[in-house]
């Protein structure tokens, strides 16, 4: 059974940083493309980044880019997700989602791909 699991989250002032962690178990990462996905309270889930499943592809979205940094060791099944410069709007439930990538395009259109595993979510506060 695939299983993917975040960690890293916690409480950081404005301007901090944090590093979150998705890691596999059940299945090898090597195939798979991988988003990171957050959800506010009382907003829309948004998808925040993407890597391929070579690592040569990424996909940020604006209001992260340059800020975040995906990347991934395919020999330790994980996936990270640098954060930087944190503000209080990056806020919230940060998961992680699996798909698998054969021709390492998934992350060209992310946002419209249905991502077939999930993790549960790490949460992320940014407040004084």
């Known amino acids: 059974q695939l299983q993917l699991v975040e960690s890293g989250g916690g409480l950081v002032q404005p301007g901090g940083s944090l590093r979150l962690s998705c890691a596999a178990s059940?299945?090898?990462?090597?195939?798979?493309?991988i988003g990171w996905f957050r959800q506010a309270p009382g907003k829309e889930r948004e998808g925040v980044s993407c890597i391929s499943s070579s690592g040569g592809s990424t996909n940020y979205a604006d209001s992260v880019k340059g800020r975040f940094t995906i990347s991934r060791d395919n020999a330790k099944n994980t996936v990270y997700l640098q954060m930087n410069s944190l503000k209080p709007e990056d806020t919230a439930v940060y998961y992680c989602?699996?798909?698998?990538?054969?021709?390492?395009?998934?992350?060209?259109?992310?946002?419209?791909?249905?991502?077939?595993?999930w993790g549960q979510g790490t949460q992320v506060t940014v407040s004084s």
């Open positions: 059940g299945f090898t990462l090597n195939y798979y493309a």
């Open positions: 989602a699996a798909d698998l990538d054969l021709w390492g395009s998934t992350c060209h259109d992310y946002l419209g791909t249905d991502f077939s595993s």
